[in-house]
């Protein structure tokens, strides 16, 4: 009886994390990830910003704010976060 209460466990523990990660990935897809929970600074760091980000989607000219595919508001191009990837050269 204790290995099926502990499979059950198992399972449901499984299925509640699955659950979970398909609302994140979604989330992620739809730029609602909060700036404070990735460290957004208006500034580039370590010579890094928005601009160059893979995930970035630029505004009307280079120096109009953009968005981007992770984070949730307008993004300046000048700015930074923990999720920068650089664009593919």
């Keep these: 009886m204790n290995s099926d ?3 059950r466990s198992l399972l449901t523990a499984a299925a509640a994390a699955a659950s979970a990660l398909v ?3 979604r989330a992620d897809a739809a730029g609602a990830i909060p700036k404070t929970a990735v460290g957004y600074q208006d500034q580039p760091k ?3 910003q928005c601009s160059g ?3 970035f989607i630029p505004g009307a000219d ?3 704010a953009g968005t981007c595919k992770s984070v949730a508001g307008e993004i300046p191009p000048s700015g930074w976060c923990k999720l920068f990837a650089a ?3």
């Design 5 to 7: 209460l502990s499979r």
């Design 23 to 25: 609302v994140s990935t």
């Design 46 to 48: 370590d010579g890094h």
């Design 53 to 55: 980000c893979k995930l």
């Design 62 to 64: 280079a120096n109009a």
């Design 87 to 89: 664009k593919d050269a």
